[in-house]
């Protein structure tokens, strides 16, 4: 007996020298691979015969045939291909295979001229590290002896004689998945089957929901089908992690998906509270209200509580039914924030408690694990931080909450990635803002966050991604119609630019009264309204109010350019002030406490005997303890270049109002040139209540007595008016009669037949509102944000519109853009704010340099609205989590159909496909597909590549790295851009490929190309040639290093 050890003693080279010319050969085995048998071919072409026992039950889903993760340095080589259609040929000619169990022995018998040599293989099975060719981690031992008694042999034929199961087809067929031809489009669907199998709903989510009856309920009914998968991806997250963040953008319908999950978790009896702003709070109660005939899910009998998020400001009173004294915060199963976006800043506050810390505190922390549902179309707007808070409600505060996830640290991801923002912020000053870039540098650990907490879909993920003939398209966006008007039709009102120098004179300190504390009084002052915050910086209350100041400066310009009316307002106020301040000073020596050396730390603002020696809003101060000369001075200077742009603007009334003509024009024109047939609704937006009363009591009468049409007016307030009889006048009631098709009104008022047509609004309804029975949009003051603009728009931009068209028109000042921007960037000049954003590094900072890049970006995005309508994620300059998640490959991967999947389940890892480069900025080489077969939750790893284990590399033929694998999502849109759609192989490639290779013989030239990807996998370069593979020990760092560690999953050839 010979013991076979693979060290000195190799196993093939005892086989190859007992196998001769007619030998016969007999194997029991579990499974031997496609390499082993390619390794002895040369010795096999003339034996005698070959048969096969398989001891295997399960050999239809076996792939270690063709692929053994114990031969991962062979697949490297990339000749599987080429190995199998030999291996295929030899098997269909030579080789005899069945199904038979010899008691779980495994052996190789060799008869030569009736001498027989047994080679006694178990445990082992056969492959290139039984055979010796690969060496093993652990040591094999094998015996080999001469069967003079052919005891093994009389066994072997006894079971094959009696075995009725041939498997050679079955063999072949499996050898035929290595060595087919792939075509593109398959070969991507294989790559991504591979990297996110384990990152989509799995079959016991669907088994608990349907355990639920979930998917009998009204409300899964009418969700479209992108919706449902929302709302399972929610599902799924929440009881995950804790909670999701919905971020699906403007106009795909948030608030039925959160309905839906929240139907769900009824049906499992847990109690549902709702936050929302209190102008949303009545779209909320009525999905609540099971009798009301409004509620068109009442069928489901949704169960949950609506408060507003002022209600977390509030210790007592009552808000709808509920008392907020004695409510229980703490017995809440699920919440769910609506517009979540608005709990971005954990702002500082001294000596009280925010809505976030309450909310934080009262509802998350405190009684039952409270799991929480967060609906935002921009959780992350121009600060990667942004979501930092939003994201401590699901985790409690715990910053290790994901550690098991890869994320050792949230808050040190997330203050990484703002670095990096910042950076490239100032990299892209100029007019190229790359968003590419951002993505390229953001590291991967923050893409994780967002892609295990957060479910992002656009509008192009909609119509590219789903059928949307069953639910309606989105209308046509017509190019953006802006309008330039002057104030004044006689022209007498000054431009904007000089009025602007009138503002600019106003020093408006009587919003800074501590500016004239005297000196013996300051400590005191600011040993109340100063802070230091929690990392160590002073909050100084008298630098906020001097901000206050310009901003009013600010506020003051834009009333003018909203509307001339809401301006003159505004100075009237003003002027009214002054002359309060002006009667509390001309009176105060008459007061018996003046003399009174009162502390301000000591004083009880509520006493009335104090009421006419105090001044100030939130931040009090004491007229005793003023310059009051000074003051005075100051008050009286504003007093007299107040009175004089208020007489300016008093002459310039409703008939001279030349922006208000202009409105009343476009109004005339569209009625006359309808966009869609009979369709007269127009909504207009300002950003001031005041503006809207204006226009609303200018124009109701004259729509109603020339053109037969109802208007309304609608602010959030309690002040809503309509000129349509019998119209309540709740928000609800107005939006229904504007918008009685998309509302439903048939179902609530089937007798109704007027409607309202014109609606004059402020942003109270920019959010959240379906009024898609509207085509026409007028903002009539332009906003500084466009994400407020785009919102503006959503409310009439949605799926499944009845209207083929939609118009969006946006006044603009007449004066050139870059002038106006200028303006306002003169006006914010100078301002210093404290910056108490969600980063944690609580600091007076110096505005002015942000403040250059936050006027740039307004320049551009502006720019980009005067010409076109744009998603969120389209704006120049801001931040779309669309942008930065995987959800696109992700919906192609849960698109596979059960057949798809379960073929790539079956398919071996390491082939190859051959496509053409149809993109200007792609280069001819390779994309390697590879897997970490060491996985660990290295935090570097996934600060590098958020979809580790995985690993995606772009090297071009000249053997650069074209993609990293630092940027798999960058590299995942070239794979899908080469591939998707190409279900053909293409015959010229395949027979230049041949030709190169010799039928896949020769793989040199690509085996260097894997050589570098795997080299950049394990971090030894980033940026190496083919030639640098010739340097002394980089053949050996490659071999020994990184080719047993990384497997191979697949490629494709760029030609």
Not at 810 to 815: A, E, G, I, K, S
Not at 862 to 881: A, P, T
Request: aromatic content about 10%; some cysteine.
């Amino acid at each position: 007996m010979k013991i076979i050890n693979n060290q000195d003693i190799i196993l093939i080279d005892e086989l190859k020298s007992v196998i001769h010319k007619n030998t016969s050969i007999y194997i029991a085995i579990n499974y031997i691979t496609i390499s082993a048998i390619f390794e002895l071919l040369e010795d096999l072409t003339e034996i005698s015969n070959l048969k096969i026992l398989i001891d295997n039950d399960k050999i239809e889903e076996d792939l270690r045939f063709t692929y053994d993760e114990r031969e991962l340095k062979k697949y490297h080589e990339l000749t599987q291909k080429y190995r199998a259609e030999k291996v295929y040929d030899f098997i269909r000619d030579k080789v005899e295979i069945r199904e038979g169990s010899i008691g779980g022995q495994k052996f190789i018998l060799t008869e030569t001229n009736g001498l027989t040599n047994t080679f006694l293989l178990a445990p082992h099975d056969i492959n290139l590290t039984t055979l010796g060719v690969l060496k093993s981690e652990m040591p094999i031992f094998l015996n080999s002896f001469e069967d003079s008694s052919n005891s093994y042999t009389t066994i072997f034929n006894n079971v094959w004689n009696n075995s009725k199961k041939d498997l050679k087809n079955t063999i072949l067929n499996s050898i035929t998945k290595a060595s087919n031809h792939y075509c593109p489009d398959d070969l991507y669907k294989f790559t991504l089957h591979n990297i996110f199998q384990n990152k989509t709903i799995d079959e016991k989510s669907e088994q608990r929901l349907n355990r639920t009856g979930f998917k009998e309920t009204e409300v899964w009914k009418m969700l479209f089908n992108f919706q449902k998968d929302a709302v399972l991806g929610a599902i799924d997250k929440i009881e995950t992690f804790g909670g999701c963040i919905i971020a699906d953008s403007v106009g795909l319908g948030k608030t039925f998906e959160a309905l839906a999950v929240m139907k769900y978790y009824n049906l499992r009896n847990d109690r549902i509270l709702v936050l929302c702003p209190k102008k949303l709070r009545e779209n909320w109660l009525i999905y609540s209200l099971i009798s009301d005939v409004r509620n068109i899910l009442a069928k489901d009998r949704l169960n949950f509580d609506v408060l507003n998020h002022t209600d977390l400001s509030r210790e007592k009173g009552i808000s709808g039914l509920i008392n907020l004294e004695t409510i229980n915060w703490g017995n809440y199963d699920l919440v769910v924030i609506d517009e979540s976006h608005n709990f971005r800043n954990n702002d500082p506050r001294k000596n009280t408690v925010s809505r976030y810390q309450r909310l934080m505190r009262d509802i998350i922390k405190t009684g039952v694990k409270t799991k929480v549902l967060m609906l935002s179309a921009t959780p992350v707007n121009t600060r990667m931080n942004d979501i930092k808070n939003q994201i401590a409600f699901i985790t409690e505060q715990n910053d290790k909450a994901l550690e098991n996830f890869g994320i050792p640290s949230i808050d040190q991801t997330l203050r990484k990635a703002q670095q990096k923002f910042n950076t490239w912020l100032k990299e892209n000053h100029n007019d190229n803002i790359n968003r590419d870039s951002l993505v390229t540098s953001l590291n991967g650990d923050y893409f994780k966050i967002l892609d295990l907490l957060t479910i992002a879909r656009s509008r192009k993920h909609i119509e590219k991604y789903y059928d949307v003939s069953d639910i309606g398209k989105f209308p046509e966006r017509l190019t953006p119609i802006p309008k330039y008007s002057d104030f004044d039709t006689a022209k007498a009102f000054p431009q904007m630019d000089n009025v602007n120098n009138l503002l600019n004179a106003l020093n408006l300190k009587f919003y800074s009264p501590l500016y004239f504390v005297r000196d013996d009084k300051k400590k005191s002052y600011e040993a109340k309204y100063d802070y230091t915050t929690s990392t160590g910086s002073v909050f100084r209350q008298i630098e906020r109010e001097d901000s206050l100041i310009h901003l009013m400066r600010v506020n003051l310009l834009k009333r003018l350019e909203s509307s001339i009316h809401s301006f003159r307002l505004t100075l009237k106020s003003l002027l009214n002030q002054i002359e309060q301040l002006s009667e509390k000073i001309k009176t105060i020596h008459q007061n018996e406490y003046f003399d009174t050396d009162f502390d301000i730390n000591e004083v009880e603002f509520d006493d009335d005997r104090l009421e006419d020696l105090i001044v100030g809003g939130k931040v009090k101060v004491l007229l005793q303890d003023l310059d009051l000369v000074k003051f005075k001075e100051y008050i009286d200077d504003d007093k007299k270049r107040l009175e004089e742009l208020l007489s300016m603007s008093n002459v310039v009334d409703a008939t001279r109002d030349a922006k208000l003509k202009d409105l009343k024009e476009l109004i005339i024109q569209k009625l006359n040139n309808p966009i869609n047939k009979g369709n007269k609704k127009v909504i207009v937006f300002s950003a001031f209540a005041d503006t809207v009363y204006y226009l609303y009591e200018e124009l109701a009468i004259w729509l109603k007595d020339e053109h037969g049409l109802y208007s309304a007016l609608v602010t959030g307030g309690d002040s809503n008016k309509s000129n349509m009889p019998n119209c309540r006048l709740d928000l609800n009631s107005i939006l229904i009669h504007f918008s009685p098709l998309s509302k439903k009104r048939n179902a609530i008022y089937p007798e109704e037949q007027n409607q309202i047509d014109i609606l004059f609004c402020t942003d109270c309804i920019s959010e959240g509102q379906n009024l898609q029975d509207c085509d026409f949009l007028v903002n009539y003051d332009i906003h500084w944000n466009p994400v407020r603009i785009i919102q503006r728009f959503g409310r009439i931009d949605r799926i499944g519109s009845i209207n083929e068209k939609i118009q969006l028109v946006n006044f603009f000042p007449n004066l050139a853009l870059d002038s106006y921007i200028d303006l306002i960037a003169r006006v914010k000049g100078r301002m210093q704010l404290l910056d108490t954003s969600a980063t944690g590094d609580d600091n007076v900072i110096d505005e002015t340099a942000h403040l250059n890049q936050d006027l740039e970006y307004r320049r551009k995005q502006l720019k980009q609205l005067q010409n076109q309508v744009l998603d969120l994620e389209d704006i120049e300059g801001g931040i779309s989590i669309t942008d930065l998640t995987f959800n696109d490959f992700k919906i192609d991967a849960d698109r596979l159909s059960p057949k798809e999947r379960e073929t790539f389940q079956m398919t071996p890892k390491g082939i190859f496909a051959l496509t053409e480069n149809n993109m200007p900025e792609g280069k001819k080489g390779a994309i390697f597909c590879l897997k970490d077969t060491k996985v660990t939750l290295d935090g570097e790893k996934l600060t590098n590549n958020i979809i580790y284990p995985y690993i995606l590399c772009y090297v071009s033929e000249e053997g650069e790295i074209h993609i990293a694998n630092n940027n798999p999502k960058r590299c995942l849109d070239y794979y899908k851009k080469l591939c998707l759609g190409q279900t053909e192989v293409l015959p010229k490639l395949i027979s230049s490929f041949n030709q190169q290779t010799k039928s896949g013989r020769y793989m040199d030239s690509y085996k260097e190309l894997l050589d570098i990807a795997l080299l950049h996998a394990k971090g030894a370069t980033t940026e190496m040639g083919i030639n640098s593979l010739a340097m002394p020990g980089v053949s050996r760092l490659t071999q020994k290093n990184v080719e047993v560690t990384y497997e191979l999953i697949s490629f494709l050839i760029i030609k």
